[in-house]
C-alpha cells in the first residue's frame, strides 16, 4: 500500500485570497497523484492527474488557471486554489495508486482530505 | 455519459442483517477494475474490496462480498451482520484499463444507516 499525507487538514481564507494544499506520498514514489473535489453530501469528482515532471492532465470543465497543481518530485504533489472565491469551498482530497506493482489491485490511497471554506 | 451508477441513496438496515448496496456501470473496455469505498463521517475514504474485470470469483474480504455479473455490469457490494459501525457513505467506483495514469471514478454514494 501507501501512506498518503496531505496538509492542512482545514483552512479558512478570505476572498480573493490563493490557498496551497500539499500531498505527500510518504513510502511510495508516485509519478500519477489524483485530486479529486468533493461538495457535501455527493461524490468525489477527479478534478485533475498529477503527473511529475509534466504538466498536470484535468479533467473537463475544471479551471486550470484556477487550480494551480505541481509535481515537482515523486513525493509532493500541490494544488493552489488561486484568487478563491465562496463557490470553491469544499473537501479536496488526493490520491495516490501504486498501480504497476506486482500484484496489487491498484486500488487508490487517499490523504486525509483538506477541507477549504472560503468567506 | 454516467459511467457508475448507484441507485439507492440512502437505506435503513438493522443491525446484525445483511445488506446489499447496488451498483452498475458501464464501459467498453475489457480490462477494468471495481472498487468500493467507505467514507465515514470523518470524511476519510476507506478502501473495502476490488474486483478484476477478470476475475472469475466474486472477491471477498471479511464481510465483504462483491457481487459481480458482468454481462449486467453489476458490481453489488454485500455487507453481511452488519454492525453499527458500517453506518457511513459508501461508494462504487471503476478504474478503465491498467496503468498509472488511469483514472478511477466514482458513483453518486449510498448513505448507509444501521439501526440498533
Known amino acids: 500500500g501507501a501512506v498518503v499525507s496531505q496538509h492542512p487538514s482545514r483552512v479558512i481564507c478570505k476572498s480573493g485570497t490563493s490557498v496551497k494544499i500539499e500531498c505527500r506520498s510518504l513510502d511510495f514514489q508516485a509519478t500519477t497523484m489524483f485530486w479529486y473535489r468533493q461538495f457535501p453530501k455527493q461524490s468525489l469528482m477527479l478534478m485533475a492527474t498529477?503527473?511529475?515532471?509534466?504538466?498536470?492532465?484535468?479533467e473537463q470543465g475544471v479551471e486550470k488557471d484556477k487550480f494551480l497543481i505541481n509535481h515537482a518530485s515523486l513525493t509532493l504533489s500541490t494544488l493552489t486554489v488561486t484568487s478563491a472565491h465562496p463557490e470553491d469551498s469544499s473537501f479536496y482530497i488526493c490520491?495516490?495508486?501504486?498501480?504497476?506493482?506486482?500484484?496489487?489491485?491498484?486500488?487508490?490511497?487517499f490523504g486525509e482530505g483538506s477541507r477549504l471554506t472560503v468567506l | 455519459a454516467q459511467k457508475i451508477t448507484q441507485t439507492q441513496p440512502g437505506m435503513f438496515v438493522q443491525e446484525k442483517e445483511a445488506v446489499t448496496l447496488d451498483c452498475t456501470y458501464d464501459?467498453?473496455?475489457?480490462?477494468?477494475?471495481l472498487f468500493w469505498y467507505k467514507q465515514p463521517s470523518s470524511g476519510e475514504m476507506i478502501f473495502l474490496i476490488y474486483q478484476g474485470s477478470y476475475d472469475e470469483q466474486n472477491a471477498t474480504e471479511g464481510r465483504y462480498s462483491l457481487n459481480f455479473q458482468k454481462a449486467r455490469k453489476s458490481a453489488n457490494l454485500v455487507i453481511s451482520a452488519s454492525q453499527l459501525g458500517d453506518s457511513a457513505m459508501y461508494f462504487c467506483?471503476?478504474?478503465?484499463?491498467?496503468?498509472?495514469?488511469?483514472?478511477?471514478?466514482f458513483g453518486s454514494g449510498t448513505r448507509l444507516s444501521i439501526r440498533p
Open positions: 498529477s503527473n511529475e515532471g509534466s504538466k498536470a492532465t484535468y
Open positions: 490520491s495516490v495508486t501504486t498501480i504497476g506493482e506486482a500484484g496489487v489491485t491498484g486500488e487508490l490511497f
Open positions: 464501459t467498453s473496455d475489457q480490462s477494468y477494475g
Open positions: 467506483a471503476m478504474r478503465e484499463g491498467y496503468s498509472s495514469a488511469s483514472k478511477i471514478i
